[in-house]
């Protein structure tokens, strides 16, 4: 189905909270809370149990510092609906949602550069007449708040 894409909306800062969705809002709140002091949580910081309402738009991909790799490890399962199906074990350069690998790796790098966070925000377009709202939030973890060994992203997703 042919799609007319809009410009990216990428914020580094905290600017995003005053226009991102409630959701996005409250996982960003919840993943501070998980830091305890330090730049980064750790993957062991978060409780499955305890994060149940944003489950569903969670994914986890794993950095592999040698090669520079991205490879997806989870893929929640609102995710793996909307992608009609699951990349987990594989690269994210060859299973990536969106258009240019360039576009997307960038933000992985940047995550793991700066050891922060990055908001993506797009609106496509398509042929049919909907809209969709697309929010994704990169999110760096770290088993030694040194190096960035996963990328939690978090996405919400709303036809308009």
């Not at 995550?111 to 966070?117: A, E, H, I, L, T």
Request: charged share 30%; proline share 4%; with cysteine.
């Amino acid at each position: 189905m042919f799609q007319v894409r809009y410009p990216r909306n990428k914020i580094y800062d905290e600017s995003f909270l005053k226009i991102c969705d409630p959701k996005i809002r409250a996982f960003y709140e919840f993943y501070c809370s998980k830091k305890q002091g330090r730049s980064m949580p750790e993957r062991k910081d978060f409780d499955p149990v305890e994060m149940k309402q944003f489950l569903p738009g969670i994914t986890l991909v794993d950095v592999d510092q040698k090669t520079g790799e991205f490879t997806y490890r989870l893929v929640g399962t609102g995710e793996v609906t909307k992608r009609g199906n699951d990349p987990t074990g594989k690269l994210v350069r060859d299973h990536f949602r969106g258009d240019l690998w360039a576009e997307t790796e960038e933000n992985y790098l940047y995550v793991c550069k700066c050891k922060s966070f990055i908001f993506d925000q797009l609106d496509e377009k398509w042929d049919s007449g909907l809209q969709l709202h697309d929010e994704v939030l990169f999110m760096p973890l770290s088993n030694d708040d040194e190096l960035v060994n996963m990328v939690m992203l978090f996405c919400v997703q709303e036809y308009k």
